[in-house]
């Protein structure tokens, strides 16, 4: 195994460009030599005063000492020919993302280095294990998945494949911890942890869309504001570009062999024709100035209160909120002729709920409890809902100053229906053994920036009420796109957390 503590560890970085220059800055951070090697002339210099420049502005905003960066700049050594890398003890690629290349590489670094060096892949699509195939010694061959910006982004995917021996990952692991990185250990799969499980945030997203829940700005505004996310799953695809989007979409639909869960969308390949491709054109769903996407207005609060409402008996979180707010709520196992009826349900529309309680449809609409009502509260609305009795409802519920969302009939409102399909995907992942459950987690929460890693988010907002919420979205659409995980049927009947392994108790 490799000592990755030795003073004298050299690593080897071939391709320069932007997740090369990244990997070469963060290993020299790490108090390592680092020869850098690119077949185009000069670009292995040039990636040297690159992050020369950039970490002099380190330096300006007082992060790093002029000494520190400039040994850290000493260690990262340009060389000419693949032959120069014979000394590392690991070398890792940052070349194009095609598996022939990839190919020709290992086979030329296994005639230069040492049997014990470790190669490894910055591949973040291909299959670890089709690039060890065809090397001499497939057992040393790993995945090391960085993420752009490397120095800002602090994880580090390290990837099995079938042939790896173990030592290799225990020493990429112990490798990435020197220069401060987070490794989380996973299975040669398609997308590993952190593209496998961004399948569930946008495609969802996508998929109310298309149904005409509500426009795109009402899914980003409820899934910031209600559910915590740091960046809505349309202004996600403006900054990625919807063109690599939709390439990832369909290269893990495609992988999966149409797994439903991860089917992309058609509403994407229309926009990446038409030049929508987000922030690098100007416009993708939303428009672009210099200051930044252009700011959509919210529609107003109504003037409009009901005269009195009815609440199902279900719903004593939304009763409360109701008496908060000043309403007259009845009391009564039946509405009164002219009350507003009002439900909380978890994966159901409100015309089903409409029609379970015998309410009139017309004087029904559903508010979203499962994210409680602080940030931001969204209600629902059946297909015949009076005009009078939604904009009384939604005056009331905006009535104190929290910004409201109305959206059509959508079994599992928006935010319900989404972090319910991460959370699916994640028990998913978890019951492949792609990765531990506490790695998944830490993988998506550093990679992914959600607001909780997946099977978190899923104890947080309770196993049972997750599991309701798929059955119902399953029921009501027939989609094997909504079956819940067994991961998470298991432990919800256990009543124990997503987040706990597999015979933790045996």
């Known amino acids: 195994m490799l000592d990755t503590s030795r003073n004298d560890l050299i690593a080897g970085v071939v391709g320069s460009g932007t997740m090369g220059r990244g990997i070469v800055q963060v290993l020299a951070q790490g108090a390592m030599q680092v020869k850098v090697f690119d077949t185009k002339a000069g670009a292995a210099q040039a990636a040297r005063d690159s992050i020369a420049q950039a970490l002099a502005k380190q330096v300006e905003k007082n992060r790093l000492t002029s000494a520190e960066a400039d040994a850290i700049v000493a260690r990262i050594e340009p060389v000419n020919s693949l032959k120069d890398l014979a000394p590392c003890h690991v070398v890792v690629e ?61 994880i580090v995917e390290v990837i099995d494949g079938v042939l790896t021996e ?20 996973c299975k040669d799969t398609p997308g590993f942890i952190i593209n496998h499980q961004g399948r569930a945030y946008v495609p969802e997203s996508l998929r109310i869309l298309t149904e005409g829940v509500c426009e795109f700005i009402e899914i980003d505004r409820i899934l910031c504001d209600a559910a915590g996310f740091r960046l809505g799953p349309f202004g996600l695809m403006d900054l990625v570009g919807l063109d690599i989007a939709h390439s990832v979409m369909e290269s893990m639909y495609g992988q999966y062999y149409h797994e439903p869960k991860y089917k992309p969308c058609y509403l994407i390949p229309m926009r990446v024709a038409a030049g929508l491709l987000g922030r690098k054109t100007g416009r993708g769903w939303y428009t672009y100035t210099k200051e930044g996407p252009a700011p959509i207005a919210e529609a107003p609060i109504p003037s409009a209160r009901p005269t009195s ?29 002219d009350a507003l009826c009002m439900v909380a349900p978890l994966g159901k529309d409100a015309t089903t709920c409409a029609i379970e309680l015998g309410l009139d449809a017309t004087r029904t609409v559903a508010v979203d409890p499962l994210f409680g009502f602080t940030k931001r509260r969204t209600l629902m609305v059946t297909p015949i809902t009076s005009h009078a009795m ?17 959206i059509n009939d959508s079994a ?5 229906r989404v972090v319910a399909h991460i959370v699916n995907v994640g028990c998913d992942i978890a019951q492949m053994r792609i990765a531990a459950p506490a790695d998944l987690d830490r993988a998506v929460v550093l990679g992914l920036s959600y607001p909780h890693g997946p099977l978190a988010f899923g104890d947080a907002l309770g196993p049972q009420n997750i599991l309701t ?9 027939q989609d094997p796109r909504y079956r819940p995980s067994p991961w998470l ?7 124990i957390a997503l987040t706990t392994p597999e015979n933790e108790h045996a």
């Open 94 to 154: 940052a070349v194009f993302e095609r598996l022939d290349i990839k190919h020709e590489l290992f086979k030329a670094l296994e005639d230069i280095v040492s049997d014990t060096c470790i190669l490894a892949s910055n591949t973040s699509s291909l299959s670890v294990t089709a690039m060890a195939a065809v090397c001499r010694k497939p057992g040393r061959v790993g995945g090391y998945h960085f993420f752009n910006p490397v120095p800002v982004m602090k």
């Open 166 to 185: 173990p030592w290799v990952g225990e020493a990429l692991i112990a490798l990435t911890k020197r220069y401060g990185h987070t490794p989380v250990l």
């Open 309 to 337: 409402v009815w609440v199902a008996p279900d719903a004593p979180s939304l009763k409360a909120l109701l008496v908060k707010l000043g309403a007259k709520v009845e009391s009564g196992a039946q509405p009164s002729a």
């Open 390 to 406: 939604r904009d009384a409802a939604h005056g009331l519920l905006g009535s104190d100053g929290v910004p409201v969302s109305v």
């Open 412 to 416: 599992g409102f928006v935010a319900q």
């Open 469 to 477: 919420v798929l059955e119902n979205m399953h029921a009501f659409y």
């Open 489 to 495: 049927k298991r432990r919800a009947g256990l009543g």
